[in-house]
């Protein structure tokens, strides 16, 4: 692994935390208008920051990493930690959106892929 790919790898993380909370806003502004979400406790500017902030990464993460490396299984370890926690609070309907949004990520990382494999041929 040279310094040049991990910095890449470091520079689209960084990316894909940036995009991950720009598209916060209207996951989390439809996440707390179709779900109860705290208002006593909460990080970020408003109650649903956090809930759209998780679940753009884990659909982000996924799909950008596994197409622009071409390996889903580079995708798949950058967004291993929410994955573990989606499945350690599997009857939260935060943790069940956040793996929907990784394998709805994961699908259309593979379908990319495969396409581009496909034509390459």
Do not use: C
């Not at 884990?58 to 071409?70: D, E, N, R, V």
């Amino acid at each position: 692994m040279t310094i040049k790919n991990i910095l890449l790898k470091l520079v689209l993380l960084a990316g894909v935390l940036l995009l991950s909370h720009f598209v916060a806003f209207p996951i989390g502004e439809w996440y707390e208008k179709d779900h109860i979400v705290s208002h006593e406790f909460y990080i970020g500017p408003f109650a649903g920051y956090s809930s759209g902030f998780v679940i753009g990464y884990a659909f982000l993460s996924i799909s950008l990493f596994a197409i622009l490396f071409g390996r889903i299984k580079l995708g798949v370890y950058f967004a291993l930690p929410i994955l573990v926690f989606s499945l350690l609070g599997i009857m939260d309907d935060w943790a069940q959106l956040s793996f929907l949004a990784f394998l709805a990520g994961l699908a259309l990382a593979w379908l990319i892929l495969f396409l581009k494999r496909r034509q390459a041929r």
